[in-house]
């Protein structure tokens, strides 16, 4: 089934590229419960050429999880082995050759059958590995040789799952190996009722193939796959958003007693990893889903996972696509325009006004209303209702704000003042008052060569704007079909990524009302 024509987004080829990994998973994953998400990130790891780690206890199926996955391959052959102080190199690489010893005096392995000769190892227990095993892995996971006596053989191992229940130890030349491990997976056990009780009463082989042999993917396959994850694009959002959560890690790193230590090489090895996703998944381009992926390459402790996860979600939901569109620039430069605008065309005027004073938020006092009944304050609500000519009920409070009397009244043509109907008498009163220096604007008619200005620049940011909104209305239903689909992305999180989206198109929308507006005030200048 191999293709060499490129995939196109939302093409046939991309979606039956699509649909045929998910078959592959489908797979790999049946009658394994809870391990959908782990079990995508190892064939993921082994198209774009990884490795992967799994943390966790004995029993929660990460040999399983090793085993299964070699059944996506061609010929898949998988080599396993638990690690001790005690292992050597012949146990993991294969027996010196006793007859190349004897016959051409040459020190080599028979290597067939054991980790040079396999598609997928699983390594139990790894960091228990002596220095001699350590560093041929290093080699191995490289540059995909091992170093067999005189010569370099060339391995086909697609994927390395290593497992332990521990994280290396510092300060024992670990953190080489512990590095080339790209994908960091914690394992749990089955948390959901139901799921258990099936596990515990399938009697079906775990280790059964279900993968059909038109669905395995071959070596000719991944070679092509390999050219084309490279000419995956990366857009903007993406780009942009991986350089916030790095700013963010690189601050979280100043003042921590356990800092991530994100280098060059693994950042670098995240971007082909998200190629790899989005090529999967049947697209040209990296989106903003295959970006929560990071959240298993950046971590050295589990302590980690609960800030990163809220680095990359809290980056994508804020700052994505608008970021990428330089919405914060765009917003600053049609303010300033606006201000320009405004500052040109009004002159400020100072008056002072005479208010009713408000006290507590909601209350007027008025003045000597004391001497003829109990209580000073109405509420400023009740008097802002009254009219002119209809007598309205309104009530009087005391000093304690509690309601001391009903009475009727009505507004007084005076501002500031009231009218209350006591003993069939018609008494006015006044509030008390306050006086505020407000500033009023008197406007003023531009040079016509201004307006010519503004009307060239707001044809620039207005054009910009909507450029931008039928951009974003045109890819947003194609965005929207597949954020929930992701191959390797727990669909619940693409709220995050719809959100943002939704604030980007609301923002622009805005802008674009705020241009209009600005456009309509110097517009009358001209009329």
């Known amino acids: 089934m191999a293709d060499t024509a490129p995939v196109k987004e939302g093409s046939q080829i991309g979606t039956e590229l699509k649909a045929r990994v998910a078959s592959i998973l489908e797979g790999l994953g049946k009658e394994i419960y809870e391990k959908e998400e782990v079990i995508g990130l190892g064939l993921l790891a082994a198209v774009a050429g990884e490795s992967i780690f799994l943390l966790g206890p004995p029993g929660v199926a990460k040999s399983l999880i090793a085993r299964r996955l070699k059944y996506a391959f061609k010929?898949?052959?998988?080599?396993?082995?638990?690690?001790?102080?005690?292992?050597?190199?012949?146990?993991?690489?294969?027996?010196?050759?006793?007859?190349?010893?004897?016959?051409e005096d040459k020190y080599e392995r028979l290597t067939d059958r054991y980790m040079p000769g396999a598609n997928v190892?699983?390594?139990?227990?790894?960091?228990?590995?002596?220095?001699?095993?350590?560093?041929?892995?290093?080699?191995?996971?490289?540059?995909?040789?091992?170093?067999?006596?005189?010569?370099?053989?060339?391995?086909?191992?697609?994927?390395i799952v290593s497992a332990s229940n521990e994280l290396p130890s510092r300060g024992e030349g670990l953190e080489a190996l512990w590095d080339r491990f790209l994908i960091r997976f914690e394992l749990t056990e089955i948390r959901e009722k139901n799921n258990f009780l099936s596990m515990i009463t399938n009697t079906d082989n775990v280790y059964a193939d279900h993968v059909t042999d038109n669905q395995k993917v071959s070596a000719e396959e991944l070679l092509v796959w390999e050219k084309e994850i490279?000419?995956?694009?990366?857009?903007?959002?993406?780009?942009?958003?991986?350089?916030?959560?790095?700013?963010?890690?690189?601050?979280?790193?100043?003042?921590?007693?356990?800092?991530?230590?994100?280098?060059?090489?693994?950042?670098?090895?995240?971007?082909?990893?998200?190629?790899?996703?989005?090529?999967?998944?049947?697209?040209?381009?990296?989106?903003?889903m295959d970006c929560f992926l990071m959240v298993h390459c950046l971590w050295s402790t589990p302590l980690h996972t609960d800030t990163l996860k809220e680095i990359v979600a809290e980056t994508i939901r804020k700052h994505g696509y608008s970021v990428a569109m330089n919405l914060t620039n765009l917003k600053k430069e049609i303010g300033e325009f606006d201000h320009e605008v405004k500052?040109?065309?009004?002159?400020?005027?100072?008056?002072?006004?005479?208010?009713?004073?408000?006290?507590?938020?909601?209350?007027?006092?008025?003045?000597?209303?004391s001497n003829v009944m109990d209580g000073q304050y109405i509420k400023s609500s009740e008097f802002e209702r009254l009219q002119l000519d209809e007598e309205s009920t309104i009530g009087l409070y005391d000093t304690n704000f509690k309601l001391t009397y009903k009475m009727r009244a009505k507004r007084h043509k005076e501002?500031?003042?009231?009218?209350?109907?006591?003993?069939?008498?018609?008494?006015?009163?006044?509030?008390?008052?306050?006086?505020?220096?407000?500033?009023?604007?008197?406007?003023?008619?531009?040079?016509?060569?201004?307006?010519?200005?503004?009307?060239?620049?707001?044809?620039?940011?207005?054009?910009?704007?909507?450029?931008?909104?039928?951009k974003m209305e045109s890819d947003r239903p194609e965005q929207l079909a597949h954020l929930k689909s992701n191959l390797f992305v727990p669909a619940h999180l693409s709220k995050i990524v719809e959100a943002n989206m939704i604030d980007a198109i609301n923002d622009l929308n805005t802008l674009q009302l705020k241009l209009e507006k600005t456009r309509h005030f110097y517009s009358k200048f001209e009329e």
Do not use: C
């Open 343 to 369: 500052q040109e065309t009004q002159i400020p005027h100072k008056i002072t006004l005479e208010e009713p004073y408000l006290i507590d938020k909601k209350y007027y006092e008025v003045l000597n209303i």
């Open 75 to 103: 010929d898949g052959k998988s080599f396993e082995y638990l690690m001790s102080k005690f292992s050597t190199p012949d146990e993991i690489f294969g027996p010196v050759s006793i007859k190349k010893l004897k016959d």
């Open 230 to 288: 490279d000419q995956i694009e990366l857009p903007k959002e993406v780009l942009n958003t991986i350089q916030v959560i790095k700013h963010r890690l690189d601050e979280y790193d100043l003042h921590a007693d356990t800092p991530f230590l994100v280098y060059d090489r693994r950042w670098k090895k995240v971007i082909q990893l998200l190629r790899t996703s989005a090529f999967l998944n049947g697209r040209e381009s990296v989106d903003l």
């Open 121 to 159: 190892v699983f390594l139990d227990e790894i960091w228990k590995a002596g220095p001699s095993i350590q560093n041929a892995l290093l080699t191995i996971i490289n540059e995909k040789i091992y170093r067999n006596g005189e010569k370099d053989e060339e391995v086909d191992i697609k994927l």
């Open 415 to 470: 501002e500031s003042q009231v009218e209350i109907i006591h003993n069939s008498q018609a008494l006015d009163f006044r509030l008390k008052t306050e006086k505020r220096e407000v500033t009023e604007y008197l406007t003023k008619k531009p040079h016509p060569v201004i307006i010519k200005y503004w009307e060239e620049h707001f044809q620039y940011l207005y054009t910009y704007v909507t450029d931008l909104q039928a």
